[in-house]
Nanobody, 115 residues
Framework: QLQACGGGLVQAGGSLRLACAAS????????MRWYRQAPGKQRELVAGIAPGDITDYANSVRGRFTISRDNAKNTVYLQQNSLNSDDTAVYYC???????????WGQGTLVTVSS
């Protein structure tokens, strides 16, 4: 249902762009979110975007990360700038339908920031 990609190894201060392609859902009625889970830590919400492009960010990434969605491509993106070692984690995309409440998770993509 959700296929994430774009992770990799990047130096501190660098940038990555994650993408998550959705299939089998009505993308336009879904809130799309990115979560991350660092080694030994709980999964945390990074950013979310609702239909109508209303966005929200964790304080730790606000001003550095930008979430966006392309309803024509059923894809959500996470532009990550000024990356630091604290951003090292597996990033998961999540969808939740506003009408049916159906929720799905992608398989995760690993972002590793070297200092």
């Amino acid at each position: 249902q959700l296929q994430a990609c774009g992770g990799g190894l990047v130096q501190a201060g660098g940038s990555l762009r994650l993408a998550c392609a959705a299939s089998g859902i009505i993308f336009s009625t879904n809130v799309m979110r990115w979560y991350r889970q660092a080694p030994g830590k709980q999964r945390e919400l990074v950013a979310g975007i609702a239909p109508g492009d209303i966005t929200d960010y964790a304080n730790s990434v606000r001003g550095r990360f930008t979430i966006s969605r392309d309803n024509a491509k059923n894809t959500v993106y996470l532009q990550q700038n000024s990356l630091n070692s604290d951003d090292t984690a597996v990033y998961y995309c999540n969808s939740r339908d506003l009408i049916t409440r159906a929720e799905y998770w992608g398989q995760g993509t690993l972002v590793t920031v070297s200092s």
